[in-house]
Nanobody, 121 residues
Framework: VQLVESGGGSVQAGGSLRLSCVAS?????????MGWFRQAPGKERQGVTS????????YYSDSVRGRFTISQDRANYRVYLQMNNLKPEDTGMYYC????????????????WGQGTQVTV
C-alpha cells in the first residue's frame, strides 16, 4: 500500500489549506481507517483526525476540532483535510496514514504512511 499526500504550503494565521491523500494497493473493498498525523519541529508525531472508511465516522483531536474537517472519496481511497482558521501551532509536517483494522481507528493501528507534506502557518 502506498500513500501520497498533496496540498501543503504556507499560509497566514487565520487562513485555510486543503490537503489530499490517495491510497493505492488495497486489493479489495476494505473497511479501514485513514487519518492525518502531524509532527511539529522538535515534537513527536501526533494524531490529528481519522475517518473510518466503512461507515464514515470521524474523530478529531481537541486541538483541531471545529477548525479541521476530514472527508473521503470512499470509492477511490482518497481522503481530504480541510483546515480552516489555521494557527501558528498547526505548523508541521502532515502525514497521511492508513491501517488494516476493520474495527476501529486507534492511533497506534496505522501501518502505512505517506512521505508527508509541510504546512507552515
Amino acid at each position: 500500500v502506498q500513500l501520497v499526500e498533496s496540498g501543503g504550503g504556507s499560509v497566514q494565521a487565520g487562513g485555510s489549506l486543503r490537503l489530499s491523500c490517495v491510497a493505492s494497493g488495497y486489493t479489495s473493498s476494505r473497511r479501514i481507517c485513514m487519518g492525518w498525523f502531524r509532527q511539529a519541529p522538535g515534537k513527536e508525531r501526533q494524531g490529528v483526525t481519522s475517518i473510518y472508511r466503512g461507515g464514515g465516522s470521524t474523530y478529531y483531536s481537541d486541538s483541531v476540532r471545529g477548525r479541521f474537517t476530514i472527508s473521503q472519496d470512499r470509492a477511490n481511497y482518497r481522503v481530504y483535510l480541510q483546515m480552516n482558521n489555521l494557527k501558528p501551532e498547526d505548523t508541521g509536517m502532515y502525514y497521511c496514514a492508513s491501517n488494516n483494522n476493520p474495527y476501529g481507528c486507534p492511533w497506534d493501528s496505522y501501518v502505512y504512511w505517506g512521505q508527508g507534506t509541510q504546512v507552515t502557518v
